[in-house]
């Protein structure tokens, strides 16, 4: 399996995957001290909080609050978000899947918070321009990688 890294993260891309790594993960994940490759985690630090950074919390546009239609079809919401993501085609690029259990590479997910060559639209995610770090991406990679479980 080939995992895709930005350049300067194969250390930052060991330590995740590696017990043997020094550092802590909390000091790879910047704003989100807390956050650990499970949905549950991603969902409380990524999904719903606006980080100590100023990015904002994804339910703020990848909802159905107030009865509107969610950016992308895509609803974070912690009930569904699970059921919008893994195995899901994307609407907006015929042919990706938005997560690919085991396949982080693969996972439409991935490319949108990478802003990679290949997406449909904007990096996500949108509004005041402060992207997911570089940790934080790891992260959901390793998540994705580990089965993409709804735990």
């Not at 159905?64 to 907006?92: H, K, M, Q």
């Not at 259990?101 to 904007?122: C, F, M, Q, T, W």
Request: glycine content about 12%; charged content about 20%.
């Amino acid at each position: 399996m080939r995992m895709f890294v930005p350049a300067g993260g194969v250390v930052l891309a060991l330590c995740v995957v590696s017990s043997a790594c020094d550092e802590n993960l909390s000091d790879l994940t910047g704003p989100t001290p807390h956050l650990h490759p499970t949905l549950s985690s991603i969902q409380r630090e990524i999904f719903d909080t606006t980080d100590s950074s100023g990015r904002s919390a994804c339910t703020l546009c990848h909802t159905d609050a107030g009865g509107r239609t969610p950016a992308g079809g895509i609803n974070l919401r912690s009930e569904v978000a699970y059921a919008n993501l893994v195995g899901v085609a994307s609407r907006g690029k015929p042919g990706a899947t938005r997560v690919i259990p085991g396949d982080p590479g693969n996972s439409y997910l991935i490319h949108k918070l990478e802003g990679r060559a290949d997406i449909v639209g904007l990096r996500m995610p949108r509004g005041n321009g402060l992207f997911l770090t570089e940790g934080q991406v790891l992260v959901i990679r390793r998540w994705i990688e580990l089965g993409a479980r709804n735990d």
